[in-house]
């Protein structure tokens, strides 16, 4: 028997997590980390969120925790989101909200505390090779996957990592929460950042704290065609939100450039490209290179690749990828690492 922390968001996801892993006969302490000070109505961070936790917990009759980690949020979350908008950046905070606090600072808190194995609610899987490497691989739901924004975790932080769910539909962890009588068991997912609101949106966050600059549009002959609000709130690919003039075909940005207010547009084929560099990779054991499918959204489809010195060589032309984007690597449904679109 181990000594479980199970990371609880007051979702049922992490609730049903909770109950499997007590049901296995571990010694179970529930945890929620309490990160957004601010406005919340769409994501995890909501005091609602907490008190549903802990009402679970003692349905379960365990311990329940909560650990204030909020200044640590807003550090390696919510600033570097702030900060990457102002570059022009296309940043993904759940990704590092996993990399530093819940699989970085939970870890840490894991082992300080005595705790055996740390568990958390996320639809993924992991997989044991016969020689003890740990790899995470695709949920059995793929619909609900979330194996792409834990693409970040390497072997140390595998070995001791439970993810109970990961063999379950979404339909078969709402069923096993009604059997358990379960106050979370018909609870809506969370959807969007958590410290964006659906009343005031990002625009009206990001404005409250940078200064939002409007800029020009541009097409692929220099010719100034529109305007935008703002370019800092422009990304790569983007089509709506740009005022332009004539022609009916549509347009795409294709390149944004913060520093001079300028966003290019261009048709959809000016998007593709053969091959794009990425940084800051993270693998699960060893560097790779070569064959790999290559994933840039949470719920993309995987596309084949050629991977090489930090550059994706794609066996296609694809649309480019906005710089700060997360691009994940896959072998089947095995996760090799991954890193940023640069």
Not at 2 to 19: E, L, P, Q, T
Not at 20 to 48: F, K, N
Not at 253 to 266: E, K, L
Request: aromatic share 4%; hydrophobic share 40%.
């Amino acid at each position: 028997m181990s000594k479980v922390m199970v990371a609880m968001s007051g979702g049922v996801d992490s609730s049903v997590a909770a109950a499997l892993m007590l049901e296995q006969g571990h010694e179970v302490v529930g945890v929620t980390l309490r990160l957004w000070g601010g406005e919340s109505d769409s994501g995890c961070c909501a005091i609602s969120d907490v008190d549903d936790a802990r009402r679970v917990c003692d349905e379960l009759k365990i311990d329940h925790h909560v650990f204030n980690m909020s200044d640590e949020f807003d550090n390696h979350v919510v600033n570097p989101y702030v900060s990457s908008h102002a570059a022009g950046l296309t940043p993904n905070p759940c990704i590092e909200c996993n990399r530093h606090i819940k699989f970085d600072l939970l870890h840490h808190r894991v082992q300080a505390l005595g705790f055996d194995r740390l568990a958390t609610g996320h639809h993924a899987r992991i997989i044991t090779q016969p020689d003890g490497t740990h790899y995470l691989a695709r949920a059995i739901d793929t619909s609900k996957d979330q194996s792409y924004v834990l693409y970040m975790l390497d072997q140390k932080k595998l070995a001791i990592l439970d993810l109970p769910i990961g063999d379950l539909t979404k339909e078969q962890v709402r069923d096993l929460a009604i059997k358990l009588n379960l106050r979370t068991a018909t609870k809506p997912d969370s959807q969007d950042v958590c410290f964006i609101t659906r009343e005031h949106g990002r625009n009206d966050f990001l404005r409250k704290r940078i200064p939002l600059t409007p800029g020009r549009v541009i097409d692929t002959t220099g010719a100034e065609v529109g305007s935008v609000e703002a370019v800092e709130m422009v990304t790569i690919g983007q089509r709506k939100g740009m005022a332009t003039a004539g022609g009916t075909d549509p347009r795409y940005a294709i390149d944004v450039d913060v520093p001079n207010a300028t966003v290019t547009v261009g048709k959809p084929e000016d998007l593709l490209v053969d091959s794009m560099p990425v940084k800051d990779c993270v693998w699960a054991n060893q560097p790779t290179s070569g064959s790999v499918l290559v994933q840039i959204s949470a719920h993309g489809k995987p596309m084949e690749a050629t991977l090489k010195d930090n550059n994706v060589y794609w066996a296609e032309p694809q649309r480019r990828v906005a710089p700060g984007q997360a691009v994940v690597f896959y072998s089947d449904n095995k996760v090799l690492g991954g890193g940023m679109a640069c």
